[in-house]
């Protein structure tokens, strides 16, 4: 039987070539976006300023734990990128996407007051 992790992804990147209809559409939604709306969700929460350079998704993943990490990163990069495909009827370029992973099934909880 394999074991399952759950995995904490934040996958940061950069908007580049970005038409106008797509600027537009972003800065019409930008209050949806900021950052007082980041959760990990599996389908991915988008964030990101009326500046239009950066953003970044968070992610929760579920995988084998034999798969690791990378694996993870490479689920939430995949889930971004058709995320991004899609945004702004498909005018919102992106450049490279960098990944951070939390695996939850092994992080260590220091508890104060013990």
Do not use: C, W
Not at 12 to 19: C, E, K, N, P, V
Not at 86 to 108: I, N
């Amino acid at each position: 039987m394999t074991t399952q992790h759950t995995y904490r992804v934040i996958v940061r990147g950069t908007f580049q070539d970005l038409t106008d209809e797509a600027r537009a559409g972003l800065l019409e939604e930008v209050e949806d976006h900021g950052l007082s709306r980041m959760r990990f969700t599996p389908e991915g929460s988008l964030t990101y300023d009326r500046v239009l350079k950066h953003f970044s998704f968070r992610f929760t993943v579920v995988s084998d734990a034999a798969d690791g990490e990378e694996m993870a990163a490479a689920l939430a990069e995949d889930r971004a990128e058709t995320a991004l495909k899609a945004l702004a009827g498909g005018g919102a370029g992106f450049g490279e996407l960098r990944s951070s992973v939390t695996d939850l099934d092994t992080m260590k909880i220091n508890r104060k007051g013990r």
